[in-house]
């Protein structure tokens, strides 16, 4: 029968000045030490830098607000499903709940922002503005008249979103308003499709979810906006940069320009 014998193999740890005789392997214990050192720190820098990169885009504090503002949305909701329709009480709290599901939304965004106050103002202005056209539609200041309405008017769509977002990053480049818009005005569309629906893709079709696909999407619109707010932001609309282009090639002389063309 076959004894098999396992023995482990002792590296001589070599004395100060010891000279290794010739033919023998000594290993550089010093080098491997330093081997050895690097990866530790190589590994602890790229666990800081990984530290850091969620510190920097991950903020306890607005992901704790945003989570109050959800309960207290829901709350206010749960209110506003009791109240009569058209009367005031109803009104005001449909307002709150709007105002509620923008900051949700916006909360986790905002520390990523350069310029938080119009980044915030506008986002939860043009969630509560939007209703401003009920008012248009039905051609009326009385609020029974704009709040009992069959149907949520033809600008409660995407592109009318996308419309106000253009001209918000037309106005104020490089301040990221379109994000604002998007978040706030989308915000308001999405808690519109699941309490009553909305002309969302066509002004002539309403159009209603459920409520479980209302909170996916809204989660998907807060982790999207997240992400996008961590892009470099641009300083200068693109017309602006073409007009500066434009005017220092006109300062070249003629003959310059074609011999950098040729």
Request: with cysteine; glycine share 8%; aromatic share 6%.
């Amino acid at each position: 029968m076959l004894n098999t014998r396992f023995t482990t193999l002792a590296l001589p740890v070599p004395q100060a000045g010891a000279v290794p005789p010739p033919g023998t392997f000594a290993p550089d214990y010093l080098a491997l030490n330093r081997i050895k050192s690097v990866g530790i720190r190589k590994h602890a820098f790229r666990k800081m830098a990984s530290v850091r990169l969620i510190r920097r885009f991950v903020h306890p504090r607005s992901m704790f607000g945003s989570g109050l503002a959800l309960l207290a949305t829901t709350l206010i909701h749960q209110r506003w499903k009791i109240q009569p329709h058209g009367t005031p009480a109803h009104g005001a709290l449909d307002l709150l709940c709007h105002l509620g599901t923008a900051s949700t939304v916006t909360l986790p965004v905002l520390p990523n922002i350069e310029h938080k106050r119009a980044f915030g103002m506008m986002a939860v202005g043009s969630a509560i503005m939007l209703d401003l056209d009920h008012v248009l539609a039905a051609r009326s200041l009385e609020m029974n008249s704009w709040m009992t309405m069959p149907s949520r008017p033809p600008t409660h769509s995407l592109g009318t979103m996308i419309l106000i977002a253009w001209v918000a990053e037309r106005m104020n480049p490089g301040k990221r308003l379109w994000l604002a818009v998007m978040l706030g005005i989308g915000s308001h569309l999405l808690r519109d499709l699941a309490t009553g629906g909305a002309p969302l893709w066509h002004p002539r079709r309403v159009i209603t979810w459920p409520v479980p696909a209302v909170l996916a999407t809204l989660a998907i619109l807060t982790v999207s906006g997240w992400i996008l707010s961590g892009i470099p932001v641009r300083e200068q609309s693109l017309r602006l940069r073409f007009r500066q282009i434009g005017d220092g090639f006109r300062e070249i002389p003629v003959d310059d320009q074609i011999q950098s063309v040729l």
